[in-house]
């Protein structure tokens, strides 16, 4: 059974730093590609970041570019987002989700998601 | 960069009937659109994928259309369980894989 678990949520002061983790079991961790998504209070989905299958390419959205960073380690089959500089309006869940072979997919898995609150 | 853009933004209908949702790509995507489901309080869940095929476990109520701009969601008889805002997502040419503003569905 693929499973995604989500950790390293919490409250942090604005202009903070925090790192999430995701681990994956139950698949061959280093076929795919991997996401972030967060969804903000009340609001909708916002794909957040994606990375490839062997760590090759790295995607980011404009709202997170340059303050954000993903990374993986297929040895422990974990996907990080490592968020920095953070802002009130990052304040969300953030999930996890698992690609294809490639980032140009759709997500056929997803992780019960981590709260992220960014306030003072 | 692509835009998707859902109608309506919310909806409410009685158990039974037929419910369509669209979304409309701002450039033609091919068949590269998803569609999941979020309950209330609960993790969003594939629905379909390249636009029209069915993820395994979903009931066959649901179907899905289009290509290139135009898609759309159907349920052919809403049921109690099918509450929830239901989101289409392009994945064409790869990141930025955007998500539409969301459908929610409600029970009249």
């Known amino acids: 059974e693929v499973q995604l678990l989500e950790s390293g949520g919490g409250l942090v002061q604005p202009g903070g730093s925090l790192r999430l983790s995701c681990a994956g079991s139950?698949?061959?961790?280093?076929?795919?590609?991997m996401s972030w998504v967060r969804q903000a209070p009340g609001k909708g989905l916002e794909w957040v970041s994606s990375?490839?299958?062997?760590?090759?390419?790295?995607y980011f959205a404009d709202s997170v570019k340059g303050r954000f960073t993903i990374s993986r380690d297929n040895s422990r089959n974990t996907l990080y987002l490592q968020m920095n500089s953070l802002r009130a309006e990052d304040t969300a869940v953030y999930y996890c989700?698992?690609?294809?072979?490639?980032?140009?997919?759709?997500?056929?898995?997803w992780g019960q998601g981590t709260l992220v609150t960014v306030s003072s | 960069d692509i835009q998707m853009t859902q109608s309506p933004s919310s909806l409410s209908a009685s158990v039974g009937d037929r419910v369509i949702i669209s979304c409309r790509a701002s450039?033609?995507?091919?068949?590269?659109l998803a569609w999941y489901q979020q309950r209330p309080g609960k993790v969003p869940k594939l629905l379909i994928y390249?636009?029209?095929t069915l993820q395994s476990g979903v009931p066959s109520r649901f179907s899905g259309s289009g290509s290139g701009t135009d898609f759309t969601l159907t349920i052919s008889s809403l049921q109690p369980e099918d509450v929830a805002t239901y989101y289409c997502?392009?994945?064409?040419?790869?990141?930025?894989?955007?998500f539409g503003g969301g459908t929610k569905v409600e029970i009249k």
């Open positions: 989700s698992r690609g294809g072979q490639y980032t140009r997919s759709h997500f056929d898995y």
């Open positions: 139950g698949f061959i961790f280093s076929s795919n590609a």
């Open positions: 990375i490839g299958a062997t760590s090759g390419n790295t």
């Open positions: 450039q033609g995507i091919s068949s590269n």
């Open positions: 390249a636009a029209s």
């Open positions: 997502q392009k994945y064409d040419t790869g990141p930025p894989l955007t």
